[in-house]
T-cell receptor, first 114, second 115 residues
Framework: GENVEQHPSTLSVQEGDSAVIKCTYS??????FPWYKQELGKRPQLIID?????GEKKDQRIAVTLNKTAKHFSLHITETQPEDSAVYFC?????????????FGRGTQLTVWP | DARVTQTPRDKVTEMGQEVTMRCQPILGHNTVFWYRQTMMQGLELLAYFRNRAPLDDSGMPKDRFSAEMPDATLATLKIQPSEPRDSAVYFC?????????????FGPGTRLTVL
């Protein structure tokens, strides 16, 4: 199956700075890469996703980049705010498996200091 | 705004007791997933269903856990007997099951504490 590695496990930044979280995957057949944000005590929620036919996608202050050759993708958050503090999970769909199963990274605890 | 619902939201029980968690997927979604989240293990996939049929439950301890979908609007996860190491937050998620691009929508979770 797919193996998704996520780094760093914790990240602290000052408000207004940028934050970058990186993930690598093992199966070159994976073609869908969502990112989930989980605030303390809440459910994981999809914040952005990217498909393998796209190299970059932006949505206001967040962006995701994908390098298929290197098999890694990254989440970029610019102008961070305290409300960005949460755990962020990357994931990948392994097309060789039964449709729909996501393989998650271990998560990154992002803390934004005011 | 359709959402996945889960009951109960919190459950405290004693070791050895049976625990049943319920999930109502978003109407029209044909894939359902059960995850367990702990600080040590992150998000672990326990089982998942497509069109109510179990596809993979290799993540579940078979001797004590069971997952079913009695109908398209209800998924259940049972633990019998429960043990303290089962204490975790259990999430249900559902999706449309689209090829290669299946967004999963998570429920609010059931926080289970086994004493």
């Amino acid at each position: 199956g797919e193996n998704v590695e996520q780094h760093p496990s914790t990240l602290s930044v000052q408000e207004g700075d940028s934050a970058v979280i990186k993930c690598t995957y093992s199966d070159s057949a994976s073609n869908y890469f969502p990112w989930y944000k989980q605030e303390l005590g809440k459910r994981p929620q999809l914040i952005i996703d990217i498909r393998s036919n796209v190299g970059e996608k932006k949505d206001q202050r967040i962006a995701v980049t994908l390098n298929k050759t290197a098999k890694h993708f990254s989440l970029h958050i610019t102008e961070t705010q305290p409300e960005d503090s949460a755990v962020y999970f990357c994931a990948a769909v392994y097309r060789g498996s039964t449709l729909g199963r996501l393989y998650f990274g271990r998560g990154t605890q992002l803390t934004v200091w005011p | 705004d359709a959402r996945v619902t889960q009951t109960p939201r919190d459950k405290v029980t004693e070791m050895g007791q049976e625990v049943t968690m319920r999930c109502q997927p978003i109407l029209g979604h044909n894939t359902v997933f059960w995850y367990r989240q702990t600080m040590m293990q992150g998000l672990e996939l326990l089982a998942y269903f497509r069109n109510r049929a179990p596809l993979d439950d290799s993540g579940m301890p078979k001797d004590r856990f069971s997952a079913e979908m009695p109908d398209a609007t209800l998924a259940t996860l049972k633990i019998q007997p429960s043990e303290p190491r089962d204490s975790a937050v259990y999430f249900c998620a559902s999706g449309l099951g689209l090829a290669g691009a299946d967004t999963q929508y998570f429920g609010p979770g059931t926080r289970l504490t086994v004493l």
